[in-house]
């Protein structure tokens, strides 16, 4: 069993910048993957980046040039997220595959003036 808890959400203007964490707990040993998805009202979850063990990130096309995906432990992940735009407002989740998928319970990121 893996535990995931984002933190780091919240409201922010147009142009700025946001750091999203995931501490992972249990049998972090197990983790090959990690990364983050969102989910916007009224529409689909997506990949936005994920990284894996060894440290290749893959990045959404949405999100290419402007969100940093890094690991910096055996059980922690960020996401940077600079330039947010309003469509990045969603709900982004913490995910890893240890032998089967895991989430976290979201935090919620919001882009407004």
């Known amino acids: 069993q893996v535990h995931l808890v984002e933190s780091g959400g919240g409201l922010v203007q147009p142009g700025g910048s946001l750091r999203l964490s995931c501490a992972a707990s249990?049998?972090?040993?197990?983790?090959?993957?990690m990364g983050w998805y969102r989910q916007a009202p009224g529409k689909q979850r997506e990949r936005v980046a994920r990284?894996?063990?060894?440290?290749?990130p893959n990045y959404a096309d949405s999100v290419k040039g402007r969100f940093t995906i890094s690991r910096d432990s055996a059980n922690t992940v960020y996401l940077k997220m600079n330039s947010l735009k309003p469509e990045d407002t969603a709900d982004y989740y913490c995910?890893?595959?240890?032998?089967?998928?895991?989430w976290g319970q979201g935090t919620q990121v919001t882009v407004s003036s």
């Open positions: 249990g049998n972090i040993f197990s983790i090959n993957v």
């Open positions: 995910w890893c595959n240890a032998g089967r998928d895991y």
């Open positions: 990284i894996l063990n060894g440290g290749s």
